[in-house]
């Protein structure tokens, strides 16, 4: 393996003591590397993974642990671009077992325009699809576009949307019919009707977009990947598996529903500080509360004390009222909270870990920065950065004659639990 470069830059302080758990779990998985890969192996064989991913994680010192999983990731343009190679090659593999036959790729995105962050995002997503050897055109489903659409970015590249049209039971772009549509899309404003039904594979499949998925159903599919995970290297699960407690209707404007979720709070708190005694940890437990569908960091709150929930002010509970595309949260999950003691440069920024895979390989990732948020708070939301991950080597290619905290050690265990969150979302697939 080549000597590592200086990773000073690229890997953020734990601000904790608290470090004792992790470096124990990140030389657990180091010992148990041959027998890591080989499960992981034999399970994408039974439930191959989906087309991509993204995961946020958050890293305690204590525990290391996913807190959600985006199917439709954006955020490409943030991947270190010495990783492309490893992009264009998960393409290549994916797309070979998913549509052998094909030659042409018509992405699916969100109608964002004036999101330049995302649609950088999309021309290096489109980038990466046309050097692993395949045509790629983007099909917009925004309702008055009329024609081709070109955009120039930031960055120097240029993307052209297209009005997406269809034929029976096909949907092309103008002089071009592809065999395969991956969306880019959550779909949080509903499934399009343009696409149902259509003879192109589809890839993620609809039912996977926020009108259908909840995340309620990604963490209990994860609760029993990271049970089977962690009696195969017998390690208490609770180190990457986090609390949560599903609840039924809410409406927070009309106060209807409110005390099943301060009962979820009440029993989640009271699992986490059983563990957090368990294991020494002295901080005060504390849960999310967030829309059990949907993205972009909308409808989330940081809760310490089941009362709270009663006590929201009329601007707390309108911001939990709704979600992206301006669509209702009327169904809410309580997680339990982990902490990010990750902190980025002089400022100490709080930072957290996302990972990116395309199909069930690691291909890279960066640091979500925030500068106004605290250790026990979202970190999606406005005011954040990135930074890329510069790691030396691959995520899934740890060096042991290194400290179990060195960079790529640490960056192996982040692929870990990333592809164990990837593999609750391909079982969530073949369950459907």
């Known amino acids: 393996m080549n000597k590592p470069t200086d990773f000073g830059s690229s890997v953020p302080n734990l601000t904790t003591a608290l470090t004792g758990p992790l470096l124990e779990l990140e030389t657990h998985f180091l010992e148990h590397q041959a027998d890591i890969e080989i499960w992981l192996r034999q399970q994408w064989r039974k439930t191959p993974a989906s087309f991509y991913a993204s995961v946020d994680l958050r890293n305690a010192g204590f525990k290391l642990a996913p807190v959600d999983t985006n199917l439709f990731p954006a955020g490409f343009n943030n991947l270190n671009s010495q990783f492309m190679p ?3 090659q998960a393409v290549q593999s994916v797309m070979e077992r998913i549509c052998p036959e094909a030659c042409g790729v018509l992405i ?6 004036r999101n330049l962050f995302y649609l950088e995002s999309l021309a290096t997503l489109q980038d990466i699809i046309r050097n692993a050897g395949y045509k790629a055109r983007i099909g917009s489903l925004i309702p008055d576009l009329e024609g081709p659409q070109e955009i120039e970015l930031p960055s120097g590249k240029r993307i052209i949307l297209e009005p997406v049209k269809r034929e029976g039971d096909k949907i092309f772009v103008e002089g071009f019919s592809p065999c ?6 959550d779909l949080s404003a509903g499934r399009p009707a343009i696409l149902e039904n259509i003879e192109q594979t589809v890839i993620p499949p609809l039912d996977l977009g926020w009108a259908n998925r909840l995340k309620s159903m990604h963490f209990t599919e994860y609760q029993q990947v990271a049970n089977e995970f962690a009696k195969k290297i017998d390690i208490d699960p609770w180190l990457i598996d986090p609390v949560f407690h599903k609840c039924g209707e809410i409406n927070f404007m009309k106060r209807e529903g409110e005390e099943c979720v301060a009962k979820g709070v009440e029993e989640t708190l009271k699992r986490v500080q059983k563990k957090y005694d368990e294991y020494g940890v002295d901080k005060r437990p504390f849960a999310i509360v967030k829309a059990d569908a949907g993205t972009y ?10 009362d709270e929930i009663f006590e929201l002010n009329r601007k707390q509970r309108t911001r939990m009222s709704s979600a992206k595309e301006g669509s209702a949260i009327t169904r809410v999950i309580v997680q339990e909270g982990v902490y990010s003691f990750e902190t980025w440069g002089a400022d100490k920024a709080v930072a957290e870990p996302v990972v990116y895979m395309i199909d069930h390989f690691v291909v890279g990732g960066f640091y ?31 060096d042991n004659n290194l400290k179990p905290d060195a960079a790529p050690n640490r960056f192996y265990a982040y692929g870990v639990i990333a592809r164990l969150a990837l593999l609750a979302a391909a079982r969530e697939i073949s369950n459907r």
Not at 180 to 185: W, Y
Not at 297 to 306: D, L, R, S
Not at 370 to 398: D, I, K, Q
């Open 86 to 88: 490893l992009c264009i």
């Open 108 to 113: 699916i995105p969100e109608n964002h325009t």
């Open 180 to 185: 395969t549509v991956l969306l880019n899309n």
């Open 297 to 306: 960091g909308m409808g989330v709150m940081t809760v310490h004390e089941p």
């Open 368 to 398: 979500r920065v925030h500068t106004g948020r605290g250790v026990n708070e979202n970190l999606n939301a406005p005011g954040m950065h990135f930074e890329p991950l510069a790691f030396a080597e691959c995520l899934n290619s740890p």
